[in-house]
């Protein structure tokens, strides 16, 4: 059982770039999320996704977009990379948080922007 | 406005116990979340209250006061093992999660 498999484990990217970070999970989980952790600070939601073919803006969205065509699948998008999103990312889902479900966290994503 | 405090880092000795406390304020409140991450990891799922009073699980217990929008994780019998960050969660009326910056733990011989 794979849980929630998030690529790439690192990236480099040039200022103005475009990358794209993919999660998949095996869970059927109708919750995903997208964070960003930076040094000395929480997790800060970037965007996040209901269900199936809806997203949602969380905290920190702008220059980011993400798609979730398919259940399992939650795509986060750089058009255009900027130094202020060197960050390590975070894919989690979950079932309906209406218990206080836990999050299931992939291994995360190194990413440098030079 | 949303927040979670909790202090920024502490320090233990291995074989102790420590407590790591934390206030939220949240707009409404479905639960409260202990989440433990190691240096490089992501965060790995501790512990859920949603009524006061202390849930033991093992060598870690975590408390709740909803009057005082106070909890606190209480760990026994540290190991070296247990050097961590340690992430207190808010659930808040429209379920969305409020974190916290996350306690470090160093635990010393």
């Known amino acids: 059982n794979a849980g929630v498999t998030q690529t790439p484990k690192f990236r480099v990217l040039k200022t103005g770039q475009s990358m794209t970070l993919l999660c998949a999970q095996d869970?059927?989980?109708?919750?995903m999320y997208w964070y960003r952790q930076d040094p000395g600070m929480g997790l800060r939601l970037i965007h996040y996704s209901v269900g199936e073919g809806t997203t949602a803006k969380g905290e920190v969205p702008d220059g980011y977009n993400v798609s979730r065509l398919k259940k399992q699948n939650f795509l986060l998008g750089l058009e255009s990379a900027a130094p202020s999103q060197t960050s390590v990312y975070f894919c989690?889902?979950?079932?309906?948080?209406?218990?206080?479900?836990?999050?299931?966290f992939g291994s995360g994503t190194q990413l440098s922007v030079l | 406005g949303q927040n979670i405090d909790q202090p920024t880092e502490m320090t233990a000795t291995e074989g102790a116990i420590v407590q790591i406390n934390c206030t939220y304020q949240?707009?409404?409140?479905?639960?409260l979340f202990w989440y433990q991450q190691h240096a490089g990891e992501a965060p790995t799922f501790l512990s859920y209250?949603?009524l006061d009073g202390l849930e033991e699980k093992g060598r870690f217990s975590s408390f709740l006061s909803r009057s005082k929008g106070y909890s606190y994780l209480l760990l026994k019998e540290l190991q070296m093992k247990d050097s961590a960050s340690y992430l207190c969660?808010?659930?808040?009326?429209?379920?969305?999660?409020?974190w916290g910056a996350g306690t470090k733990l160093i635990i010393k011989p």
């Open positions: 869970m059927n989980h109708e919750y």
């Open positions: 989690a889902s979950s079932p309906l948080p209406d218990r206080g479900e836990k999050l299931f």
């Open positions: 949240t707009s409404g409140f479905n639960g």
């Open positions: 969660v808010g659930l808040d009326s429209n379920y969305q999660l409020i």
């Open positions: 209250n949603v």
